[in-house]
């Protein structure tokens, strides 16, 4: 005779077990998910990090995507900041200035401090992005005696022949960079130099 009892008990049982697992298993994918997510991204803005860069770089190469432009973007007198109202506040700045980068829909990444690096994609017009930053950043930032006024400099690698090696764009956006900062804060710097290698 069969015992309808016990088998039932059983699959209640195995169900159990199984759902168990099934959580098991969902914790450990979030977990592997949010490992990767902290691996390639920046803890205190949320952009994404030099690792992530590579990997992006790859799948432009790799898809045979096209860029307008590399920018290196630099906040002006964060360290005046940090200095008068401490690293709480610089951080607030360095924030501001990353979610003026994310408002744009424009790849970027924190470099580390206050540098950051944007990638404009094709059909977008550099100054116009360069601008459309300039002009988020300068909406006042609350402190705490006040409001504090931000600026950014911004060097511009503009892109040619869709060959450019990374590392080279980015030198070359890092030194209009500097020269936007020598130029005064705020101001924006565009060079171009094309190199025929590919990463």
């Not at 200095?83 to 709480?88: I, L, M, V």
């Not at 006040?146 to 022949?161: F, K, M, P, Q, Y």
Request: charged share 25%.
């Amino acid at each position: 005779m069969i015992n309808w009892e016990t088998i039932i008990e059983e699959l209640r049982a195995e169900n159990l077990r199984l759902q168990a697992e099934n959580d098991r298993l969902t914790r450990e994918c979030a977990a592997l998910r949010r490992a990767a997510h902290d691996a390639t991204h920046d803890d205190l803005t949320g952009l994404g990090n030099n690792r992530w860069l590579r990997q992006y770089w790859n799948h432009v190469q790799a898809s045979d995507a096209s860029i307008e432009a590399v920018m290196m973007i630099d906040g002006d007198g964060i360290k005046a900041i940090n200095d008068r109202y401490g690293h709480e506040v610089g951080d607030k700045a360095i924030t501001h200035i990353a979610n003026a980068l994310r408002a744009t829909r424009c790849p970027a990444i924190r470099r580390g401090g206050d540098e950051f690096l944007l990638i404009v994609p094709s059909g977008r017009d550099p100054l116009s992005v360069a601008g459309e930053i300039s002009g988020t950043v300068s909406t006042p930032l609350a402190v705490p005696d006040g409001r504090a006024n931000l600026t950014v400099s911004i060097g511009v690698a503009e892109c040619g022949n869709g060959h450019e090696v990374l590392s080279d764009l980015i030198s070359v956006a890092d030194s209009a960079m500097y020269q936007a900062k020598r130029s005064g804060p705020g101001r924006v710097i565009t060079e171009s130099k094309f190199s025929d290698q590919r990463k």
